[in-house]
């Protein structure tokens, strides 16, 4: 695993990890996005699974992880799908598998839409077009309810429990082992404050972008319905986010495209909650949709931007 850095537009740094494949002439990318919160390292476990036949690339979103906060706070969904599809580009015309989790999912649906480089497949992990008011509102308040400190890991990690309740407990510590940053001597989550009231509760940077766009849900259908690609929407059982009538939905918006998949023993955090088994499905959707193509640029690429 390496840590690397891409140089988006506007000159922010966003870091990610590169999980290179045993077998260097792979043929394609797997690139995962994170959801509200979490960083790269949530896909650890899925890096390990996918990296014997692919190279994993595991992006920090910006305001997350190890990329730069964003002084001017532009925390949108078109920001993050500007960024992605910038990153993408990247890679050229190498085969790319791409598998977001909330968030990120909708990140990607929406930079997909415009994008003409050959993606191989699309995993949304837990997320739709939609999310019920109630759920999102939950969700927000959970995060807004966490501590700005900590006085150890331990303190951050018990904090996180609280949350993912049903969390694999090593998958969970491993979360917590890179999810805080020293600030002036003290520790604090590394996701900016100033991105949950941004992506959230409309700042101007959305409400400008919201009217701009058209609303974000009704985009959301759209984008979904344009993508010409294999599509794997993999629900935990027991989500609340990513309700069963919603995946059945989305299934009949992608026709023969779509396929649904629900992971038990899961909740929302569908890749910590039960690991083995949403790893399983992911990986095998994806041998199922690859092809035999040569990767023609290099990811040094991506590094030269920076």
Sequence with gaps: MQSRFFQARDGLRLHYLSHPC???????????????????????GLAAALQAQH??????????????????????????????????????????HIVGHSLGARVAILALES?????????????????SPEAGERLVKDVMQLPEHYADAQAYLDGLARI????????LARVARFGLRIDRGRLRAKTDPAFTPGIWHKSPEFRRMDKKNGE?????????????????????????ILEQSLALKMVT?????????????????????NPVKSAALITQFIQDNGSERGVTRIEKELESRV
Excluded at 22 to 43: E, M
Excluded at 216 to 240: C, N
Excluded at 257 to 265: A, F, I, Q
């Design 22 to 44: 045993a077998q260097a002439n792979s043929a394609s990318y797997c690139i995962l996005l994170h959801g509200f919160t979490n960083d790269a390292h949530v896909w650890d």
């Design 55 to 96: 190279h994993v690339v595991a992006l920090d979103l910006r305001g997350h992880g190890d990329s730069d906060w964003d002084p001017a706070r532009k925390y949108s969904h078109w920001q993050l799908a500007e960024d992605l599809q910038d990153f993408l580009a990247g890679f050229g015309d190498a085969d790319l």
């Design 115 to 131: 994008m003409r480089c050959p993606i191989a497949s699309l995993t949304i992990v837990d997320a739709g077009p939609e999310v």
């Design 164 to 171: 993912y309740v049903m969390a694999d407990t090593q998958e």
């Design 216 to 240: 974000l849900s009704v985009r959301l259908w759209k984008a979904l319905g344009a993508l010409e690609l294999p599509v794997h929407i993999v629900r935990g059982q027991a989500s609340s």
């Design 253 to 273: 918006v992608l026709g023969d495209r779509g396929l649904l998949s629900v992971v038990p023993r899961a909740g929302h955090a569908v890749m910590l909650d």
